[in-house]
Structure formats: C-alpha cells, structure tokens
Nanobody, 115 residues
Framework: QVQLVESGGGLVQPGGSLTLSCAASGSIRIIYGMGWFRQAPGKQRELVAIINSGGTTDYAASVKGRFTISRDNAKNTVYLQMNSLKPDDTAVYYC?????????WGKGTLVTVSS
C-alpha cells in the first residue's frame, strides 16, 4: 500500500505565492508519473500539472508560467510552486502518484486565495 500526504496549503492574498509538497510512503519500488489536480467548489477535479520519472512536465493552460512542478525521486516527493496566485486558484489541491500499475491519491490540501 502507498500513502500520499500533501502539505503547504493555506490562505494567501492575490499575487502571493505558496509551495505545496506531497510525500509518498509505503511499498514503493519506483514512482512513474506524479501530478497535481485541483477541485474548486462546485466544479470537477481538473489537472494542474504533471511530471514523469524523467522530469518532463506539462501544465494546464490556466497555470502555465505561474506554477512549477518538480520532484525529488530520492524523497519520493513532488512539489508545486505557485506564484502570482489568483482567486480562481482557490481549490482543494490533490497529488497523485503512479506506482506500478496503480494510481494513488492524497487526501488534499486547501488553498484559498483571497484578500
């Protein structure tokens, strides 16, 4: 079994920055893709950013140029650096990890962008 735990969420003013972390633990031999999704109130969960085991990244158009995803394979951890935050970025942010043939999810961390 694999557990993912997110941290780093909170309240931030528009234009501010936050860094989210997600640490994977448990029965892990290798983690393939890792990613961040988010779900705003009343909306479906949407992709924010993904990164594969080689470090190749992809981003939703709405966050490109403002968010940066990275990973530390030695620590089984994925990060999301979020800059120039907007009220529309308010959501619960979830990380995931592809371990073997399964995809695991964290329980989420709330990010609120408000003045």
């Amino acid at each position: 079994q694999v557990q993912l735990v997110e941290s780093g969420g909170g309240l931030v003013q528009p234009g501010g920055s936050l860094t989210l972390s997600c640490a994977a633990s448990g029965s892990i031999r290798i983690i393939y893709g890792m990613g961040w999704f988010r779900q705003a109130p009343g909306k479906q969960r949407e992709l924010v950013a993904i990164i594969n085991s080689g470090g190749t990244t992809d981003y939703a158009a709405s966050v490109k140029g403002r968010f940066t995803i990275s990973r530390d394979n030695a620590k089984n951890t994925v990060y999301l650096q979020m800059n120039s935050l907007k009220p529309d970025d308010t959501a619960v942010y979830y990380c995931n990890a592809d371990v073997g043939t399964r995809r695991y999810w964290g329980k989420g961390t709330l990010v609120t962008v408000s003045s």
